[in-house]
C-alpha cells in the first residue's frame, strides 16, 4: 500500500492566518483526496486534488477558504485560509489506489485560537 | 437519505472476547464496495477490510471478519479475541459506482472500548 506522509501533523493557529499542509506519497497515484474531521465528526470531503487542473470541491467547500495544488502525481498541498476557530479539526490527505484500495495519510491536527 | 448508518453511541468489550459493530447502509447501485477503518486517539485512519457486493464469501483479515447481508444492506464488523489496542473509533464507509462517482462516504462512527 501507499505511504502517505502530512506535515506538519500538528500545529495551534490565530485566527485570521492561514496555514498550508503538504501530503506525500511514495508513490504515483492518480486519485487524491482532502477530507476534514471536526471534533467528534465523522470525515468530510472537501476535494478532489487534481493533477494539473483545478481541484474539484463538494458542497460548502469553496477555492478561496481551501485552495489546492496538486503539482505532480505524488504531492499536494491544502491551505486552509483566513482560519476561524471553527476550522479547528483534523485535516486528513488520501489516494485511492484501486477501487477497493483508499489509504489515509496521518492527519494533520489543526487548533484556531 | 443517509447512506451509511452507524447507530451504536458506544460500545464495551471485556478483553478477549469477540465484539460487534454494526453498519447498515442504503445505495440502489448493484456494484459497491463496503470498507471499514479504525481510528485511535492519534487520527490516523487505519484500513481493516474490504467487502465488494459481487464477494459471495464474507471477507476476513485476521481478527477481523465482515459479517455482509446483501438483502438486509448490513455489513457489521466482528472483532474476535479483543485487545486493549483494540479501543478507538471505527468507521464504515461505502464507494458505488455510479459514473464517476468514486468517493468514500462515510459513516458517523462507533467507539470501542475495551475493557481489561
Known amino acids: 500500500s501507499a505511504v502517505i506522509s502530512q506535515k506538519p501533523s500538528r500545529d495551534i493557529c490565530q485566527r485570521g492566518t492561514s496555514l498550508t499542509i503538504q501530503c506525500q506519497v511514495d508513490?504515483?497515484?492518480?486519485?487524491m483526496f482532502w477530507y476534514r474531521q471536526q471534533p467528534g465528526q465523522s470525515l468530510t470531503l472537501i476535494a478532489t486534488?487534481?493533477?494539473?487542473?483545478?481541484?474539484?470541491?463538494e458542497s460548502g467547500f469553496v477555492i478561496d477558504k481551501f485552495p489546492i495544488s496538486r503539482p505532480n502525481l505524488t504531492f499536494s498541498t491544502l491551505t486552509v485560509s483566513n482560519m476561524s476557530p471553527e476550522d479547528s479539526s483534523i485535516y486528513l490527505c488520501s489516494v485511492v489506489e484501486s477501487f477497493y484500495e483508499q489509504y489515509f495519510g496521518p492527519g494533520t491536527r489543526l487548533t484556531v485560537t | 437519505a443517509q447512506k451509511i448508518t452507524q447507530t451504536q453511541p458506544g460500545m464495551f468489550v471485556q478483553e478477549k472476547e469477540a465484539v460487534t459493530l454494526d453498519c447498515t447502509y442504503d445505495t440502489s447501485d448493484q456494484s459497491y464496495g463496503l470498507f471499514w477503518y479504525k481510528q485511535p486517539s492519534s487520527g490516523e485512519m487505519i484500513f481493516l477490510i474490504y467487502?465488494?457486493?459481487?464477494?459471495?464469501q464474507n471477507a476476513t483479515e485476521g481478527r477481523y471478519s465482515l459479517n455482509f447481508q446483501k438483502a438486509r444492506k448490513s455489513a457489521n464488523l466482528v472483532i474476535s479475541a479483543s485487545q486493549l489496542g483494540d479501543s478507538a473509533m471505527y468507521f464504515c464507509?461505502?464507494?458505488?459506482?455510479?459514473?464517476?462517482?468514486?468517493?468514500?462516504?462515510f459513516g458517523k462512527g462507533i467507539t470501542l472500548s475495551v475493557r481489561p
Open positions: 486534488a487534481n493533477q494539473g487542473s483545478e481541484a474539484t470541491y
Open positions: 464507509a461505502m464507494r458505488e459506482v455510479t459514473g464517476a462517482n468514486s468517493k468514500l462516504t
Open positions: 508513490s504515483q497515484v492518480t486519485m
Open positions: 467487502q465488494g457486493s459481487y464477494d459471495e
